[in-house]
Each structure stands twice: as C-alpha cells, then as structure tokens.
C-alpha cells in the first residue's frame, strides 16, 4: 500500500498553537498513514522542574536511570496521550504506542562512542507488520521515541532515526513510504535564520559540502544522515520542511535526493 510516515519534532510539540495546526494538517492527510513524534524539548524541561540537568552530546541525550524516568513519561504518557486525543476530536482514529509496542523497534543500547549514553537504544531491527495491520483497519499508529531489548530493558531512541527506520522497514516490506521530516524551518536553508534561502533539492555531493562549510549544523546533521538513509536504502521520497509545506498534496521544502 502507500503509506507516509511523518515525523514531528520538539519545536512543533511545545508550541500548542503549531501542534493543534500540524494535528488538523496530518489528520486531513489522504491515505495510510504513522505518525512519529519528539518531544525532547519537554523532556529537557521537565528534567529541570524535577532538578534533573539534561545533557546533550552530539544530538543525542545522555539517559541515566532517573532520565529514562523521565522520559518515558514524557514521551510514553503525556505527548503521546495528548496527540491521540487531539486526533480523535479531529476524527483520525488513532493508537498511541512506544517502539516496544506490538515489538515494532527492537534495539541495542549505544556503545562505541567515547562518552557512555547510558539507556539509550539504537535501533536493531524495525517490524512493518504490526503498523500495516493497524493501517488496514483504519487506525493510525502514533509512535514515541522509546524502544527495547527484548530482555525487557526500555531505551531511549533519537526520534528522526526511528522515522526512517520504521520508513525503510515499510519500504523493504513491499510498500511504496513517503517519508516526511516536519519542524519550524521551511527546510534546509543557506542562512538558518532566512526562511527565503530554502535548498529546494539536496543530494549527497551538496550535503557534504555543507557540512563542510558549517551551513548545516545541530540536529539537521543527523535528521539529513537519516534522510539519506532512507532514501538509500528503501523509501520512494523524503521531504523536509514546515509543516503546512511538507503536508500539501504536492509538497514545498527540501527533497532528498539519492546519491
Ligand atoms: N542549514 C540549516 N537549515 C535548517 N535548519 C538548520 C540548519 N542548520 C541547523 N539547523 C537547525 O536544525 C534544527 C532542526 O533540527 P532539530 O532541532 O533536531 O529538529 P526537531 O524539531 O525535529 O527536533 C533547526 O531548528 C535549526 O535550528
Ligand atoms: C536518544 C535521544 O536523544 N532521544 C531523544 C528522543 C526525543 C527526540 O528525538 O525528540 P525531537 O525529535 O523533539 O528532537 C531525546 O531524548 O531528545
């Protein structure tokens, strides 16, 4: 079947204006469709109401035991529960779920890097089974950024790159995925600050010629590296941007192109 996967990430989520607007957008998008969700910028808050200091290195939030806590309620419980019953009043019969859910992103706790990330999980394996059979009755999965070992430990799990994992799954299922990367930048822009300066293609020769010149920098880092992960690997387009341009029929925002 066709099928998008959407992601939305913490800007969005902590804005509720820009939340109920993107929530009206995607339960008015056409067809099959998964919706995975951030929310790091409410984790980091609710980390310092409890005298939690989050730390991020490279993209990625170190996780000891209390900010697992944490972000399992935060991800799990409150965000989660709040986009699902928004999608309800909006008519889009919608599950809420965890990548430990219906076991559809098992993972690995992240070793080899220098600094230990404590639990957080990168993924294994992703199953587009028990998501195409939600599809199929008209439910629409909504997915946080938690996932597991399969021995029964929680990790936390970078947002972007559960997106394109449970995009490229879908893909190598048989299935024809658009994968669409929403957040509060018109899509990968020349000046960060210019909405005006939008790259509206982008392949991989220009991709590392901006990393080089510093012109993409912070989180676009690696929701790029997983973009082109997708696109390489099994899903027909990737597109990033605003929402109300990545969610038009005919999307406005930076295509991905495979190298
Ligand atoms: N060239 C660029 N174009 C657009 N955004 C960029 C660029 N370089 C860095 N960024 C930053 O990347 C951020 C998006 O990544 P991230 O914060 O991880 O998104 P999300 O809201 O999905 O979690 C933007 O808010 C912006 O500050
Ligand atoms: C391991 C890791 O870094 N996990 C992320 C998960 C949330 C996320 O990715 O949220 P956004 O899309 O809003 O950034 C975190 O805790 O920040």
């Not at 607007?21 to 919706?35: I, P, T, Y």
């Not at 076991?103 to 230990?116: C, F, P, Q, V, Y």
């Amino acid at each position: 079947m066709k099928i998008s996967v959407i992601k939305v990430g913490g800007n969005v989520i902590n804005d509720e204006a820009a939340l109920a607007s993107f929530l009206d957008q995607f339960s008015q998008l056409e067809g099959a469709k998964v919706l995975v969700h951030g929310g790091g910028k409410l984790a980091t808050a609710m980390a310092q109401r409890l005298g939690i200091e989050p730390k991020m290195v490279d993209g990625r939030r170190v996780t000891d035991a209390e900010t697992l806590e944490v972000v399992t309620m935060v991800y799990g419980g409150l965000v989660n529960k709040r986009i699902i019953a928004q999608l309800q009043a909006k008519g889009c019969n919608a599950i809420g779920l965890t990548g430990a859910d219906a076991n559809i992103i098992e993972a690995d706790k992240r070793t080899g890097w220098e600094i230990d990330y404590g639990f957080v999980g990168d993924v294994r394996k992703a199953n587009a089974a028990p998501i195409i059979n939600f599809a199929e009755q008209n439910i629409t999965p909504v997915i946080a950024p938690l996932t597991h070992d399969g021995k029964g430990q929680l990790f936390n799990t970078n947002a972007d790159t559960m997106a394109q994992a449970v995009a490229v799954a879908l893909g190598k299922a048989g299935h024809e995925v658009s994968l669409r990367y929403c957040f509060e930048k018109a899509g990968v822009l020349l000046d960060v600050n210019d909405d005006n300066s939008l790259v509206p293609i982008l392949n991989p020769s220009k991709f590392a010629q901006f990393k080089e010149e510093g012109i993409v920098a912070d989180g676009m880092l690696p929701k790029l590296k997983n973009a082109f992960d997708a696109i390489d690997a099994s899903v027909s387009e990737v597109w990033l941007g605003k929402v109300e341009g990545v969610l038009a029929n005919s999307p406005v925002g930076t295509k991905i192109i495979g190298a």
